[in-house]
Nanobody, 125 residues
Framework: QVQLVESGGGLVQAGGSLRLSCAASGQTFSSYVMAWFRQAPGKEREFVAG????????DYAYSVKGRFTISRDNAKNTLYLQMNSLRPEDMAVYYCAACWTCGSIRAGTGVYSSWGQGTQVTVSS
């Protein structure tokens, strides 16, 4: 199993930007479909963005499309999430996740076998 560690969260004003990173170790990073999820207090964990093994395909939740960009650097074993035009409703703990068995990007949490510990994103209005 790949081990995942997120970083880059913090406090930002509405309209601001943050870049999250997810460092992977333990297995071949490029063998995994990767995704970002988020969970706000009292809500279920939800899909934010996903990326294929090569990075050629991406998918986004409707709520973040046009504002967030997912990318990966397989040479550096790192996943990224660039978040622009942040809104108070984006406030949540953000998790990166890895799927070994996925043939394509999946939005359901159940197929992802490895998860990071999460990083808090706080957006002030």
């Amino acid at each position: 199993q790949v081990q995942l560690v997120e970083s880059g969260g913090g406090l930002v004003q509405a309209g601001g930007s943050l870049r999250l990173s997810c460092a992977a170790s333990g297995q071949t990073f490029s063998s995994y479909v990767m995704a970002w999820f988020r969970q706000a207090p009292g809500k279920e964990r939800e899909f934010v963005a996903g990326i294929s093994r090569s990075g050629s395909n991406t998918d986004y939740a409707y709520s973040v499309k046009g504002r967030f960009t997912i990318s990966r650097d397989n040479a550096k074993n790192t996943l990224y999430l660039q978040m622009n035009s942040l809104r108070p409703e984006d406030m949540a703990v953000y998790y990166c996740a890895a799927c070994w068995t996925c043939g394509s990007i999946r939005a359901g949490t159940g197929v992802y076998s490895s998860w990071g510990q999460g990083t808090q994103v706080t957006v002030s209005s």
